[in-house]
């Protein structure tokens, strides 16, 4: 298995900083806002209430009936607490779900680029991942033909994010409607729809391909409060599911990790129960940021952009630069020209291979104005030379 590439990026650039080094860090996707004083003050409140036990296994009670009231809200869809599975990070959840879906040698279709974590996660289960190549003139998306050309007997699993990291490209609901098309023709794979981006859509109201009815029993949601409320360090992510999945996933968890932390899930009780107009000042900086940082990738030559919709990354094609030779060193790769940048302009990055496309890297600008000027500056300063 491969080390988590967006993780060993960030963990190289804090090394680099603790050294000394100016280094800006773009590499993780981690929005750089504080958690909301409401959220907060919920999770202070469930310390001083006591809260310190062992929690039910897939979720409070109380936290699945806030999960299932936000699905009808936000998504219209409706879900039994049976079929709600509330874990440590969605990242635990496509673990649970990879893990007790895939036998050895099932086939997992993953458009490219996806996110870092879900082609390692289904080797681990014994998943074979097969990538569907999608291109920057089609905003990255996958269409129904190049779904159908992909699907095999052996197919088992579909794993896609909308709004998506790293593209920022995000699923209307015609595009998920031609998807499911082909999707319901083939009931046995299972559709992991990753939705933790939800909020952070800059162009209308987010669809999910389970509001589909013919495509609901064949669709597990996946989302959490890592992204919308600041909470990546606080590990809640959590399933709506089929009840057979959800309930092969609770049993999973069990043997594993148990029950999310006590005081995170109270916490997300109250983050959940509110609005998410609460939370749209974080939106509209991004968009705002998100102007920003294509007005000054436009700038400099050879960087190929798509218009992101959603999510807080840019996904620029920097291939223009392979075989230039910079400072002696010649850029062969993604990597290479990632590096580059950490080196010669101390702006951290995470190369596009990790995301199954060897000609972009992946900037992530959940990060202050100030900051992406700064970046862009000193990259168009070291790429002019
Ligand atoms: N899915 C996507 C697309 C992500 O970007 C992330 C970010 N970590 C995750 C899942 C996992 O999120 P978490 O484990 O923090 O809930
Ligand atoms: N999802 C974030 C990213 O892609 C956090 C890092 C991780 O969990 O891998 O950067």
Known sequence: MAISATLAMAAKARELKEEGKDIIGLSLGEPDFTIPEFVKEAGVQAINDDYHSYTPVDGYGALKQAIITKFKRDNSLTYAPSQIVVSTGAKQSLANLAMVLLNEGDEVLLPAPYWVSYSDISKLAGGVPIEIKTSIEHDFKVTAQELEAAITPKTKMIIYSSPCNPSGSVYSKQELRALADVLVKHPNIIVISDEIYEHINFVGKHASIAEFEDMYDQTVVVNGVSKAYSMTGWRIGYIG????????????????????????????????????????????????????????????????????????????????????????????????????????AGVATVTGEAFGDPNCIRISYAASEDTIKEAMKRIKKVLSN
């Open 241 to 344: 599911a089929p009840e057979w999945i959800a309930r092969a996933c609770n049993k999973m968890q069990g043997q594993i990790t148990s029950g999310a932390n006590c005081i995170a899930q109270r916490a997300t009780i109250t983050a959940l129960e509110n609005p998410p107009s609460k939370i749209q000042f974080m939106v509209d900086a991004f968009k705002e940021r998100r102007t920003l940082i294509l007005n000054l990738l436009g700038d400099i030559p050879g960087i190929k952009t798509n218009k992101p919709e959603g999510a807080f990354y840019v996904f620029p094609d920097i291939s223009y630069y392979f075989g230039k030779t910079l400072k002696g060193n010649t850029i062969k790769s993604a990597s290479d020209f990632s590096l580059f940048l950490l080196e010669e």
